[in-house]
């Protein structure tokens, strides 16, 4: 009885709460929850009421520790929905680089490879042009520097868009709940939609054992005249407004978030030796985050009896800030749907 009673109720709060504005409730508050929310609003005219429920807030999630460089890295399998996502969250950097928000640039580099890859996601970028050998041979730093790319991509600085995002979020009528969710059973009736944007909390929170951790180490420093960003298969040198990103680890079902300051000498080593001037750097600060890695991001609508509607949207890997906007855009239709289709039943 009291599954039924409750399914009924849900059912009886749609119908009875039809005149009041759908409430949709957003789990996490790192870049997807943030720009999932946005969209949301923005796709839903304001329609709605939504609330990012989240246990870490910027900037205390791990989307604060990427550097924000754009590029797929570590986003699974559906290659052309990732091109797709990272195409349009291009096109919004544009357009939040046209407002004058800081934290946001266009940077070229290069990407020195031990064995050639020119992904289909580089027509993306600008300037993209493959090293001949005289070329490589003048770059190349160490042994495995056998080929090369030069391209410009962007860079968006996490932190302070979360930021822009939440102002935005709120000045639309948006409300922000800070709590660890155990269970989706404590959200009761008091959501029609929920969409999960928890990234490696969904491991524990829906049960998904194909989330896990890769862990990535950084060392913030200052070097000015440091203008380009070099990659290569173990470190990486990414630039933002005010300091140098040196990284890069990719440990996975790691999830120890204590600095070691072994894995830090190594990272400022590799990265001197790819480009020496880093020799005069001033070190800032170190850095952890656990990428929350699955073999394709679930973008997708999950029904199950007696809960509202679940959109899930997290698994994005080493790309969360690449693709966010695409995944949020993607995110919105789907509530948006589910909102049409409801009323359509009333
Ligand atoms: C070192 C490093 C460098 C990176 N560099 C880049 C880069 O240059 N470019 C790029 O595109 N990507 C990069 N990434 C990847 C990017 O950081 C992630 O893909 C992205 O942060 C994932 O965003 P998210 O919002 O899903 O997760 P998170 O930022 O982890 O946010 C998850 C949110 O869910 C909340 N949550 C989880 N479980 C619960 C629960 N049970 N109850 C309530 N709230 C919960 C958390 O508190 C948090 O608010 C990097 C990652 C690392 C570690
Ligand atoms: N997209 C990236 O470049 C990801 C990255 O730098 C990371 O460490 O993850």
Redesign the pocket.
Known sequence: MFLISRCFTHQLMTFSNAKMPPKIAV????????SSALAIQQICQKNVEVTI??????P???????????????AGSDVERVKEWTRLTIERIKEYMSEGNLGAEEKSGYWMQSVKEVPDWLKLMKNVKVLNESEVAAIRKRPGHNFGVFYTTW??E?TRYIDYCTKKIMENGGKIIQ????NIDELGNDFDVIVN??????R??FNDETIRP?????VRVSCPQVRHFFIDDDFYT?INDSCL?L???KDLDQWELEVNSKTAQKIIEGNCQNIPSLRHAKILSH??????CRPTVRLEKEIKNNYPPIIH????????????WGCALETAELVNKTIIERKSHL
């Open positions: 789990l996490g508050a790192g870049i997807i929850g943030v429920i989240a246990e870490r807030f910027s205390d999630t791990t989307s604060d520790v990427a550097a924000g460089l754009i590029e797929p890295f570590l860079y968006l996490p709590r660890k969710i155990e944007c928890t990234g490696l909390g969904s524990v929170l890769c862990r990535g180490q950084i990414l990103i990284g890069g680890t850095h952890i985050g656990l990428r929350p949207n997290y698994g994005h890997g080493g790309s969360g800030v690449t693709i966010h």
